[in-house]
């Protein structure tokens, strides 16, 4: 039986970061971690993921999956997006700061969690992919990562939008499942532009000698499967597995809330698993 237990982090700017740990069979015994970092309007939450760290922990990892400070949920409604102000803040940079809160929470309480700290993977969908390559660049804790429909670059919009944003001070993007219009503010452009070298996914990638694992949808109309030939193009193919499933997209064929899995999404966890465990020296 798999167990979930809610922990609540703070970051310097004492907004909360929360976080599920899941855990299955024996808790006692010492086991490798899995961190899983959610993507743009995305939540812990959100139509599979819940899912997926359930078949993780099964799998026999203890797994963790986290809400980004600004993603806009809050811990009373954790699946609806009521802290608009706050998504309006979130950067990439916010997003990789909050991602160190999580590993070295669960790095330096590894024994409280009975979690083997030598053996920890990250694992990320589409904006949250992007975040795990950087995050794993420069962690040397980080044995493995899985990025699932992630982007390859942060600089996704056009000369003209970027002109416009800049003019009004926020671009805003519809919600199509909610119907909201999410702002985002310049300081998320300026982010990108001041801080690009650190934020230069391709670049990243080309740093990891660790195994990666790049699973993406060749339906993706979100995130082009092109983004995942260009990650594999920069990275070390001695240690990187490019895995495209045909005839499905962004999500696996999974929506929220979650009306019940798919053959992709199945497929998604089955080839994680094996990989995670491969690369965390399961087997």
């Known amino acids: 039986m798999v167990k979930k237990e809610n922990i609540i982090l703070k970051n310097p700017i004492n907004l909360e970061i929360s976080a599920d740990l899941f855990y299955g069979g024996d808790s006692a015994k010492s086991r490798p971690l899995v961190i899983f970092c959610h993507g743009f309007k995305g939540f812990k939450d ?7 760290m359930e078949k993780f922990s099964g799998a026999g990892f203890a797994a963790v999956s986290f809400n980004f400070s600004c993603n806009g949920v809050s811990k009373e409604k954790p699946t609806e997006f009521t802290k ?3 998504f309006a803040q979130n950067t ?6 909050d991602l160190e809160i999580i590993v070295d929470h669960f790095y330096n309480s590894a024994n409280e969690y009975n979690i083997d700290k030598n053996h920890i993977a990250i694992a990320g ?3 949250g992919g992007g975040t795990v390559i950087l995050k794993a660049a420069f962690d040397e804790r980080v044995k493995c990562i899985v ?5 390859a670059t942060v600089d996704r919009w056009t000369e003209q939008q970027k002109k416009r944003w800049r003019e009004k001070g926020f671009i805003e993007i519809p919600n199509m499942r909610t119907k909201q219009m999410m702002r985002m503010n310049k300081t998320f452009l300026d982010d990108i532009e001041q801080n690009s070298e ?3 996914i391709k670049k990243a990638m080309g740093r990891l000698n660790i195994p990666a694992l790049i699973i993406h949808g060749k339906e993706d109309l979100a995130v082009k499967y092109t983004d995942a030939l260009e990650l594999y193009e920069n990275s070390n193919k001695k240690l990187t597995e490019l895995y495209l499933i045909e005839n499905t ?4 064929g999974t929506e929220h ?3 019940g899995t798919t053959k992709a999404f199945e497929e998604v966890i089955g080839k994680s698993v094996e990989f995670l465990k491969k690369g965390l020296l399961m087997v």
């Open 46 to 52: 959100w139509g599979g993921f819940p899912y997926m």
């Open 84 to 86: 608009l102000d706050l």
């Open 92 to 97: 990439h940079t916010r997003e990789l700061d």
């Open 125 to 127: 969908h589409s904006r």
């Open 147 to 151: 990025t699932l429909s992630a982007i």
């Open 198 to 200: 650190r934020l230069n």
């Open 249 to 252: 997209g962004h999500t696996f």
């Open 257 to 259: 809330p979650l009306k």
